[in-house]
């Protein structure tokens, strides 16, 4: 009897605590991996991972990407991460997020921080409730939630997902298309714009491309309007087999995904898998009816989202000069989420191989850097910075070409 007053006093107390957490606990393959990455138990729910590298880049860290199978409830977690490779990417520049259910993140910031020490740190999560638990890096997206995202956008009427190929891993290379098919416009007065994720583990700027889809499909009057003037491509990945394997920039080649844009012109021999099939994708488009006018790279770095913006010729011609672009997208960023609008000045880090200057360099469109974006931390946050980009991309490309 006082046995069991004592069990009934505790669970009213919270979760039983379970037994403490075991390396056979974790897994590191899932719609969220890392491959190599090995652990060991350094004491109690104290552990550390030793994270593995990308494919043809011993120097460049698999991203911290795992789950806890079973466990978890009662138990608290410290985890030192580390990587013995090297140091030209660090694996904890951006903040990782853990979820119970793989859809709503919490962020969890790292101790010490990439500037203070780039191959050592450490996550202390707070007492799990629930006994699976999902930890990846940024505000993750799998490929199966990307695919389980286009597959509801592709019901709605204005959308046609189209697939380049498929990867090397055999996913589908999506390309979704957003346009209203019963505009009194026809397609070549259009304006397109081509929105793309080069770097598979810079999952906030494919929150931010989530954002845009979204609105671009909503019922408020200016994307009612901007569906019937403009044509939209999304691909939420390039090189959709990352995800699983913790790779953040690169296919399963080692090609790093926003160095693979070829300006003489698409080659099956001189490019890996992917970057060719983009590419070749990409001259369709620029063939047909209905060529691209802005070509976004898509991706994430410190701060808050940064669009630079290598012109084409529309501006000061059909449209005004860029600096109005700057104020429009300013006007429709009311939460302060996007930088100023700049121009690129000078040569190009990253010139024609990247996919911003690449397009412009081969086709003389507007190529956007859309860079920045780690200081958003959560799902929504992300959202609504493409939401302020692609109101602003609505209101300055008026009427039509
Ligand atoms: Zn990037």
Redesign the pocket.
């Known amino acids: 009897m006082v046995g069991s007053i004592a069990v009934s006093a505790c669970a009213s107390l919270g979760a039983p605590r379970g037994s403490e957490l075991k390396v056979q606990d974790f897994s590191f393959d899932g719609p969220l991996g890392s491959d190599g990455a090995t652990i060991e138990k350094l004491g109690r729910n104290h552990f550390r991972v030793t994270l593995g590298h990308a494919p043809e880049h011993p120097d460049w860290p698999n991203k911290l990407n795992f789950q806890i199978l079973r466990n978890a409830r009662g138990n608290d977690l410290r985890l030192e991460v580390t990587f013995p490779g090297g140091t030209p990417y660090s694996f904890n520049e951006y903040h990782q997020s853990w979820s119970y259910d793989g859809v709503n993140w919490n962020p969890i910031a790292w101790k010490l921080g990439y500037l203070k020490s780039k191959q050592n740190d450490e996550l202390n999560f707070p007492e799990f409730t629930a006994d699976r638990v999902h930890v990846g890096t940024q505000t993750p997206m799998s490929f199966e939630q990307a695919e389980g995202m286009i597959r509801t956008w592709a019901r709605n009427p204005n959308v046609r997902v189209h697939s380049a190929g498929k990867s090397r891993g055999g996913r589908d290379l999506y390309r979704v298309e957003i346009t209203d098919p019963r505009s009194p416009h026809p397609r070549s007065r259009r304006w397109a714009h081509y929105f793309a994720n080069?770097?598979p583990g810079?999952h906030n700027s494919q929150w931010r491309l989530v954002g845009l889809v979204e609105w671009v499909l909503s019922e408020d009057s200016a994307a009612v309007d901007y569906r019937r003037r403009n044509i939209t491509h999304v691909v939420l990945m390039m090189s959709p087999d990352a995800p699983s394997h913790g790779w953040y920039r690169v296919n399963q080649e080692g090609v790093d995904m926003?160095r693979s844009y070829r300006p003489p012109g698409a080659d099956s021999a001189a490019q890996t898998h992917e970057p060719y099939l983009w590419q070749k994708d990409f001259e369709e488009l620029m063939a047909s009816d209905a060529p691209v006018t802005t070509a976004w790279a898509i991706?994430?770095w410190g701060g808050i989202v940064e669009p630079i913006v290598e012109p084409g010729p529309e501006f000061g011609t059909t449209l005004a000069a860029w600096t109005q672009w700057r104020d429009v997208m300013a006007k429709n960023d009311p939460l302060g989420l996007v930088e100023p609008l700049k121009v690129h000045q000078g040569p190009s880090s990253y010139g024609g191989t990247s996919w911003s200057g690449g397009p412009h360099t081969q086709f003389g469109v507007t190529g956007v850097l859309c860079e920045g974006g780690a200081v958003l931390q959560t799902k929504q946050l992300n959202m609504d910075s493409g939401v302020a980009l692609i109101r602003g991309v609505a209101e300055f490309y008026a009427g039509t070409k």
């Open positions: 080069q770097h810079e926003n991706h994430t």
